[in-house]
């Protein structure tokens, strides 16, 4: 799993109807590098969070058939490594 | 998902079957990168997108024997993103 | 999906059954690197074309049996891309 | 596979169930860039591991309803490799 | 697929059972970046072979449950090319 730091909604209006209704965040991971993560456990900006990808993304939303290549499936309750930038 | 551009249309007469004739976009990453992408949601030059890899790449397309490993799956409303090049 | 330019063939008369006598291709991206593909449309030396990866690589090839994770899939009809490198 | 360095446990209260409560490490590579991977083996800080991607991942857990795209799967008995930093 | 040159064995003795008692080699790339593949052809130190990922690496071995995101699936006949680093 990857290490990334919520930064907030997403907004698809015009989306494929298997993202469903889901949210979507727009994470950053230690290099300021951004992507978006469906969120399966409900994150607020500013947490640092694990991220899953290929088939596994899909499963950990407890709905295989949602299309997502990386979804957020745990919160870490405190992550201080001294070489998150910034 | 990763963030994308969408920069124009790519045509390929020769190709397998399994693509039918579905639409192949050129799109770049912040970067600068080009990969193709099937869309799955109608775009046009200059959309900021949402893409998704691996195997949710086929289900995206809504018929998962199509061949694609990266597909639009959305369009993001507003993309303000102050580190997108140029 | 990736775009590669065809270099040549490649040998590998110790192989896996699973690849059967599949042609094989070196291909190169925009940077130089360069991978080895399987070739299910029929491509020449210097021909820019599509790539699939992960599970899209097998189905690509017509029998998902087949252990390849890299697919040529289409040939770019025109490709004028001024980044390509050359 | 990739070869990792354990480095310590990661607490993640917030979970998806589908981690159940299997352990998770941040592991680091050569490169010092850092992952977190699901503990299948049993190890200890500073052990060098192989670890496992994609669906294999989900599979090493000897579950693959777990959704890790990153599995420890075998301790490496010596490495003395002089690339590795450090 | 990619191109990797054979190293040596990699020994683990404590490793989970999915992984039986297959060969386990150390590859470079030509950049010199280390992976560890699961050998299915027989290779020996300096082979230069190629290297098949995600679910085709565990298809490839002639196994499917073997838990491999890496397999070595072919020993190239002749590579001569200039970029290959030494």
Redesign the interface.
């Known amino acids: ?3 990334h730091r919520v930064l907030r909604d ?7 109807p ?2 469903q209704h889901r949210s ?1 965040r ?1 994470v950053e991971d ?1 290099s ?1 590098d ?4 469906l969120d ?3 994150t607020r900006p500013g947490d640092f969070v ?1 991220t ?9 939303t ?1 709905d295989p ?1 949602i ?5 957020i ?6 992550w201080t ?1 001294e ?1 998150w930038y910034d």
Chains 1, 2, 3, 4, 5 share one sequence.
Not at 34 to 37: D, G, I, K, T, W
């Open positions: 799993m990857n290490i997403l907004v698809t209006t015009a989306r494929i298997d993202l979507l727009v230690d300021g951004l992507e978006v993560a399966a456990v409900g694990i899953m990808r290929t088939s596994a993304a899909r499963h950990a407890g058939s299309t997502t290549d990386l979804t499936g745990g919160i870490i309750d405190h490594e070489r």
